[in-house]
């Protein structure tokens, strides 16, 4: 991956410890802080199902000992088909993720897509994330950063690792140092994706968390006409190699009856295997970070 002359700085860098976001409390992710997991159905299908899922996520990772945020979109405003279900909205969306937030106690993740989403979204969620195709988007990176609140950039599958940088210039530009950037793969023809895991150097060299998300990683994008495909067999070595690399935290869209999400089924990690998966990686997490 050649790096231009003004970005050798940053791209040579080794991939060690980046600076501390701190989420809550009780959470932080980078800076030498334990591995954290975010991860939730694609879509907020209903409030039930969120909770239910929420509070399985939150005890499988409190077995092990991962840190856990709940991720799930309120709106999916990029579907491949205008028919696709996008999900209950901003209101009805923010309500469900308060409940998730409150009864289950866990963070919550979710995206916005307009600018003017962002104050009402920083009032309930503790990290705003900026959609792929949107991380470009100034007014938008903006606005969120303006919040106050941890801002999540999920790197473009049109991007290059090193023009990450600008996105978080932009989130900076308000005062707000709270960023983490996130891998998702990069488009490879058409209705595929790569990991050039190379990239995932390229970011921490800028000194914020990386985080490597395993699951849009697989997804073929439009690969089945009206909607997305994907081959989540391969998430599990896709995640332990980022491990291997070094990340700080995992993100995976995960879903208890993949057949059957209303989002993303295809790319999702089924339920079942998110305990061996969180075992694996966190093992291959401890070495990387012993030696």
Same mark, same amino acid.
């Given at each position: 991956?050649?790096?231009?002359?003004?970005?050798?700085?940053?791209?040579?860098?080794?991939?060690?410890?980046t %600076?501390?976001?701190?989420?809550?409390?009780d959470?932080?992710?980078?800076?030498?802080?334990?591995?954290?997991?975010?991860?939730?159905?694609?879509?907020?299908?209903?409030?039930?199902?969120?909770?239910?899922?929420?509070?399985?996520?939150?005890?499988?990772? %409190?077995?092990?000992?991962?840190?856990?945020?709940?991720?799930?979109?309120?709106?999916?405003?990029?579907?491949?088909?205008?028919?696709?279900?996008?999900?209950p909205g901003?209101?009805?969306?923010?309500?469900?993720?308060?409940?998730?937030?409150?009864?289950v106690?866990? &963070?919550?993740?979710?995206?916005?897509?307009? &600018?003017?989403?962002?104050?009402?979204?920083?009032?309930?969620?503790?990290?705003?994330?900026?959609?792929?195709?949107?991380? %470009?988007?100034?007014?938008?990176?903006?606005?969120?950063?303006?919040?106050?609140r941890?801002?999540?950039?999920?790197?473009?599958?049109?991007?290059?690792?090193w023009?990450?940088?600008?996105?978080?210039?932009?989130?900076?530009?308000?005062?707000?140092?709270?960023?983490?950037?996130?891998? %998702?793969?990069?488009?490879?023809?058409?209705?595929?994706?790569?990991?050039?895991?190379?990239?995932?150097?390229?970011?921490?060299?800028?000194?914020?968390p990386?985080?490597?998300?395993?699951?849009?990683?697989?997804?073929?994008?439009?690969?089945?006409?009206?909607?997305?495909?994907?081959?989540?067999?391969?998430? &599990?070595?896709?995640?332990?190699?980022?491990?291997?690399?070094?990340?700080?935290?995992?993100?995976?869209?995960?879903?208890?009856? &993949?057949?059957?999400?209303?989002?993303?089924?295809?790319?999702?990690?089924?339920?079942?295997?998110?305990?061996?998966?969180l075992?694996?990686?966190?093992?291959?997490?401890?070495?990387?970070?012993?030696?």
């Amino acid at each position: 991956m050649p790096a231009r002359a003004s970005d050798r700085s940053a791209a040579d860098l080794p991939p060690g410890r980046t %600076r501390e976001v701190r989420i809550t409390a009780d959470l932080a992710i980078g800076g030498g802080a334990p591995l954290a997991f975010i991860a939730g159905p694609c879509v907020i299908e209903s409030e039930g199902h969120a909770v239910r899922m929420a509070r399985v996520l939150r005890e499988t990772a %409190r077995r092990i000992g991962v840190p856990y945020i709940f991720k799930s979109s309120f709106d999916k405003a990029n579907r491949t088909s205008a028919a696709s279900f996008r999900g209950p909205g901003l209101a009805d969306g923010l309500r469900i993720l308060k409940i998730v937030k409150e009864e289950v106690g866990v &963070p919550v993740l979710s995206d916005v897509h307009e &600018p003017d989403q962002a104050e009402k979204a920083a009032a309930v969620l503790d990290v705003i994330q900026i959609p792929a195709f949107l991380c %470009r988007q100034t007014d938008l990176l903006v606005a969120a950063g303006r919040t106050g609140r941890a801002v999540n950039i999920k790197k473009g599958q049109f991007l290059s690792p090193w023009d990450i940088r600008h996105g978080i210039d932009k989130v900076r530009s308000t005062g707000n140092d709270r960023v983490l950037v996130t891998e %998702r793969g990069t488009t490879f023809g058409y209705q595929n994706l790569v990991v050039d895991f190379r990239g995932l150097v390229v970011m921490r060299g800028f000194g914020f968390p990386v985080v490597m998300d395993a699951t849009h990683a697989v997804q073929l994008p439009g690969g089945r006409g009206e909607s997305s495909g994907g081959e989540a067999a391969y998430i &599990p070595f896709l995640a332990r190699a980022a491990a291997a690399v070094g990340i700080d935290a995992l993100f995976c869209e995960v879903h208890d009856d &993949p057949a059957a999400a209303r989002s993303d089924g295809p790319n999702a990690l089924p339920l079942t295997q998110v305990e061996g998966l969180l075992k694996a990686v966190l093992s291959i997490d401890t070495l990387v970070r012993s030696s």
